[in-house]
């Protein structure tokens, strides 16, 4: 931005009196501003020279285009209904705010500070968040949009309601994250740890997962549809009526893991090991398990109907009262597993559906 002239307290409010924009001017002085009305004021291609902005009412104020001092701190002034479009904003502290219907657009928020602040309805896009510190910061019903979060810190933070899309989370620190109804649709997430995260009703659709950690990790009624994992450990997660229709997943490591419900409909299991999972009342009709391990797995009242399995083991399996419709030409590889009262025919299945919906009627 080139130099600017500066603009006085009495030009400024005069300015602001006639309903006038405040134009390619330098404003050096923050007492200008706190003596000023600023509701709805607009300010374009202003530089700002000051980085105090305690006791400043910006509410219901544009900022295009502007120039911030750097490292300037917004933690004590009235942001309300606030946009920003374009604007450098580098290391801004906004640490304990409470924003609320607030926008960023295209702005440059690099090392920017959000630690314990509350947003609300905040629309975040095409900004540039790098090492930017989210730390226990709570956002709900928020949308971040193609913007670039490499190397933040987002450890104990709460997530609810969001749109966070088509993001790489793989340079991101979140230990300790909560994330619960949040669109995490095409993301990836490679070499890290999630271990320690807890997800519930998130929506993964088309994501990637390699080298991922998710070992006694808390993920309830996620959607994981269409989503490929490659050689992650999932040992031990909790992963409780989590959908995984259309699904491919590449030697992971599912052992003792807890999928009881899970959906994998059209799913493409290869070199998976899932030995004493839980896979009670699990859906995989039309799955696909190659090279598998399900040895010793619990898959109790579990619809297997036309899945194909190839060199998979069932050793000790328990398959009590599981619907096999289908399976009778690789009944071979189910020798060693536990078939009590197991449904072989689709007339036997239909039979126990409707008796079950019977039975939910009488309830």
């Known amino acids: 931005m080139s130099e600017m002239s500066p603009m006085s307290a009495a030009q400024l409010q005069h300015k602001l009196r006639l309903g006038l924009p405040i134009q390619a001017v330098q404003l050096n002085e923050a007492a200008a501003l706190r003596s000023a009305d600023l509701s709805a004021a607009v300010f374009e291609q202003v530089s700002f020279g000051f980085t105090e902005w305690q006791g400043i009412s910006l509410d219901g104020c544009t900022f295009i285009n502007c120039q911030f001092a750097s490292a300037s701190d917004f933690s004590a002034a009235q942001l309300g209904q606030i946009n920003f479009i374009d604007c450098q904003l580098v290391a801004a502290q906004f640490s304990g705010q409470v924003l609320r219907q607030c926008s960023f657009t295209r ?5 920017s500070h959000w630690q314990h602040s509350e947003l609300t309805l905040l629309m975040l896009t095409e900004c540039q968040f790098a090492a930017a510190d989210f730390r226990q910061a709570r956002l709900q019903r928020c949308n971040l949009a193609s913007c670039a979060f490499t190397g933040s810190q987002f450890g104990q933070a709460q997530i609810s309601q969001c749109g966070w899309m088509d993001t790489d989370f793989s340079q991101l620190e979140m230990a300790g994250c909560r994330f619960e109804q949040v669109l995490l649709v ?28 998710l070992a006694s990790g808390q993920l309830f009624e996620c959607d994981f549809s269409r989503t490929r994992f490659n050689d992650c450990d999932m040992q031990q997660m909790q992963g409780i009526s989590c959908l995984f229709a259309q699904a491919q997943l590449q030697r992971c490591d599912l052992r003792q893991a807890n999928l009881q ?18 896979l009670t009342k699990a859906h995989l009709v039309g799955s696909q398990l190659m090279d598998c391990n399900l040895s010793q797995a619990n898959l109790q009242l579990a619809d297997l109907s036309n899945a194909r399995l190839e060199n998979t083991e069932f050793h000790r399996a328990d398959l009590s009262r599981a619907f096999l419709h289908g399976l ?20 036997e299945r239909q039979r126990g559906e409707r008796r079950s919906l019977a039975m939910e009627n009488e309830q």
């Open 261 to 278: 419900g899970t959906v994998w409909q059209k799913a493409q299991l290869c070199e998976v090991n899932l030995s004493q999972a839980n």
């Open 328 to 347: 009778e030409p690789v009944k071979k590889l189910l020798r060693t597993a536990i078939l009590k009262a197991a449904r072989w025919t689709d007339t």
């Open 107 to 111: 702005c440059d928020l690099q090392r």
């Open 186 to 213: 095409k993301s990836q997430f490679r070499q890290q740890s999630l271990a320690d995260q807890h997800y519930l009703r998130c929506t993964f659709t088309d994501s990637q997962f390699d080298q991922v950690s």
